[in-house]
């Protein structure tokens, strides 16, 4: 806990005179980085041996789809370990304890929350698919239930986003009038308040319910998002990475009063410390991907795309940029529209289908993209719509 440990000897540093070399910690930005580097660090050097864990532990993917079309594809993937994503949220979490205000900070410690809630959901879920494929390999009766039912992972998923709303509005309240913390920024909106002399602009704060509404559906919507795009060797943690990126600056942005008033944007704050959880969360994806590439050497599995989403939305939502984390997260928004799309239609139909198969990403796999191109366009797809949301903070 180094930023911990800092803030505690700071006075007495100051005294001695040898707090200049160690100022670094108190700018948000080099925290973030550097919290980035720690995740990456921390994944690949425990990659391997969480890997030959979970293999001899037989916790590997069942290589079975619902889809007939996909079934060679998911046979060649046949125990492969999964539940990597305990070595996303291992990292996320050590580096926010290491350079993170994990003692004082309400909002990090909030994402935290998340975290571990979305992954838990997850990490049994994907024990109970795991436990019933190796009953079934054994041929034992009573396999066993393949995962969480769908309503019980998302009532689980809208409890978290009601109690994170409830609190993240709470917390947010100023001490004399409405917060930029509940404001409504849309594109293109001048959202700030001036320091002195008449108000900037007519600006709307939500209410309680609706902000609560929007987190609770926004949680539990891209943490959904991720885990159906999670299909294919590096597709959800390549896609998270890039978006982690983005919505750190925006958190940066936010956090700062000087550069949010410059720019127009809301100030929120206390949210510098959710740069700090998105540079983590950024190097925690990368550092997956070393053994998440094609061929993937371990899936993440729910334990780890249900936090990445989640953790997403809730860090968009709080420095108040609800419709820049739709554009920069487009991948997964698409992919989730994909299936409902695909199942509204075909039971409206009795049986029709708009795509060969959904999510998305197999669709384009059957029309004849090769994984390696779909994954890879996804990335530069996110790539793109990420810039294009942090160029449009400028168009005030």
């Known amino acids: 806990m180094l930023y911990a440990l800092y803030e505690t000897l700071k006075p007495w540093l100051i005294e001695h005179g040898l707090d200049s070399a160690l100022q670094v910690f108190e700018q948000g930005s080099f925290r973030a980085f550097a919290a980035g580097l720690i995740a990456f660090a921390a994944v690949v050097i425990a990659g391997r041996p969480v890997i030959r864990w979970l293999r001899a532990k037989k916790i590997g993917d069942s290589g079975q789809t619902d889809a007939g079309a996909l079934q060679a594809t998911a046979r060649s993937k046949k125990d492969t370990p999964t539940m990597g994503g ?14 993170g205000d994990i003692v004082s900070n309400f909002y990090l410690q909030l994402g935290l929350i998340v975290t571990l809630w979305l992954a838990a959901i997850g990490g049994v879920d994907d024990w109970l698919k795991l436990t019933a494929a190796a009953r079934a390999r054994r041929g034992l009766p009573g396999g066993g239930r393949q995962g969480l039912y769908a309503w019980e992972k998302l009532v689980f998923q809208l409890g978290l986003g009601l109690l994170v709303g409830v609190f993240a509005y709470r917390h947010g309240l100023a001490a004399e009038g409405p917060s930029l913390a509940h404001v409504v920024n ?3 909106q001048k959202t700030f308040e001036r320091v002195s002399g008449p108000p900037a602009a007519a600006l709307w704060y939500m209410p309680m319910w609706l902000y609560v509404s929007i987190c609770t559906v926004g949680i539990a919507g891209m943490s959904n998002a991720a885990n159906i795009s999670d299909g294919m060797d590096g597709l959800a943690a390549g896609v998270a990475a890039v978006a982690a990126v983005a919505l750190g600056v925006l ?5 700062d009063a000087e550069t949010a008033q410059f720019l127009l944007l809301p100030h929120v704050t206390g949210s510098t410390e959710l740069a700090v959880l998105a540079g983590a969360l950024a190097g925690a994806c990368l550092g ?9 050497s371990v899936f993440m599995g729910d334990t780890g795309a249900l936090a990445i989403g989640g ?26 529209g994909s299936v409902a799309l695909q199942v509204g239609y075909f039971k409206l139909t009795g049986g029709k289908r708009i795509f060969k198969v959904a999510p998305y990403h197999h669709h384009l796999h059957m029309i004849g993209w090769t994984e390696q191109q779909v994954v890879a366009r996804f990335w530069i797809i996110t790539a793109l719509l990420a810039m294009l949301a942090l ?3 400028k168009l005030r």
Request: overall charge negative; aromatic content about 10%.
């Open 288 to 296: 997956f991907l070393w053994y998440n590439c094609s061929p993937a």
């Open 251 to 255: 958190a940066a942005i936010a956090g």
């Open 391 to 393: 160029a449009s903070i």
């Open 86 to 99: 305990l070595l996303i949220v291992g990292a996320v979490g050590l580096a926010c304890a290491t350079l």
């Open 186 to 188: 849309l594109p293109f």
């Open 311 to 336: 953790l997403l939305a809730y860090v968009g939502i709080i420095v108040r940029h609800e419709a820049l984390l739709v554009l920069i997260c487009l991948v997964f928004v698409a992919e989730l």
